[in-house]
């Protein structure tokens, strides 16, 4: 057993706690010292590495968790990252110098899925471009397109998709869905038609990505596959930015053959108010929010403190990665 009040923890996690102190303070009165990101957003390799130093557990948000960080722990045994995405912590670099990496498989799950459906929706019937002209006002005659009746295409049936497959249940649409580790009995049972990936490309009116960042999914949707797609297509990325080739993204909005995109992740973030994609009225943008929610942040802060300490107390965590 190791002493739990001689350990440091660092929680770079902006939301965590934000909506149920009690983790903050169960956190604090367990172990010896407390830190917190300094700043209001994620820390980049830079920013962490000096502050990793004399740390023994870090629940870790959407950080910079790279190879140079890692050599910088010097007391490091575990990595509890807030949330399911790995593709900003080195594993290989944790693994060989033995620390512990775990995530929260699950936790944002229906949030993240209520956010997909809430951009299908607002795209569909055009709510922010008529939020803002009315504002403006203008009092605009709008056409808008149900989901009623329309094919909407899952590409990744994890957790995520599933819970976006069932509350799509009570609008009357096809659903239809791919992902590799999901069997057509599988996916019938969920109310999925399951088809081949190039299928659910083709068929969607609507498009929702999420699957994890890998080098097998990385610009999944280029040029090539972005030619498949119905004109008019409405794309919903809540996954990762490195699913979706950027130039070809743009290309596709510039001549129409995208109607509409909802983006909740980007390659560089925050983007800023020039970037690229977000010069377009039919782009609806939100700042990678997907599971920020009481009821999301309240479980991946749950299950991260929890098995940061099992591994501070030389325990097994329940949801360890690496």
């Not at 903050?24 to 000096?50: C, F």
Request: charged share 25%; glycine share 10%; with cysteine.
């Amino acid at each position: 057993m190791y002493d739990l009040k001689a350990c440091r923890v660092l929680v770079t996690s902006t939301s965590y706690g934000m909506s149920d102190p009690s983790l903050k303070r169960e956190l604090e009165q367990t172990v010896g010292e407390v830190l917190y990101n300094p700043t209001d957003h994620p820390l980049t390799s830079l920013e962490l590495a000096p502050l990793v130093k004399g740390i023994d557990g870090m629940i870790a948000g959407l950080d910079e968790i790279s190879a140079e960080v890692i050599e910088s722990a010097d007391r490091l045994r575990v990595i509890a990252r807030y949330g399911v995405g790995l593709d900003r912590v080195d594993l290989k670099a944790a693994q060989s110098k033995g620390i512990v990496v775990t995530s929260t498989p699950g936790a944002n799950a229906v949030s993240v899925a209520e956010l997909a459906v809430a951009l299908m929706l607002a795209l569909g019937r055009n709510i922010v471009i008529g939020d803002r002209r009315t504002k403006a006002g203008e009092w605009p005659r709008m056409k808008g397109q149900s989901i009623t009746g329309k094919t909407v295409g899952l590409i990744g049936l994890g957790a995520i998709g599933r819970h976006v497959a069932t509350l799509l249940g009570c609008f009357g649409c096809r659903v239809i869905g791919y992902d590799p580790a999901v069997s057509r009995e599988q996916a019938q049972s969920l109310g999925i038609e399951w088809r081949e990936r190039d299928d659910v490309i083709r068929e969607s009116d609507y498009l929702s990505l999420h699957l994890p960042a890998t080098p097998q999914t990385e610009n999944m949707l280029d040029q090539d596959t972005m030619r498949m797609m119905k004109r008019g297509v409405f794309l919903i990325n809540t996954a990762r930015s490195e699913l979706i080739e950027e130039s070809a993204l743009l290309a596709n909005l510039r001549s129409g053959h995208i109607a509409g995109l909802g983006l909740d992740t980007f390659h560089h973030e925050p983007p800023g108010k020039d970037y690229a994609l977000l010069q377009f009225d039919q782009v609806i943008a939100t700042p990678h929010t997907g599971s920020h929610t009481d009821e999301a942040t309240n479980r991946m802060g749950r299950m991260a403190l929890d098995d940061c300490l099992a591994v501070l107390r030389g325990e097994a965590p329940h949801y360890r990665v690496v």
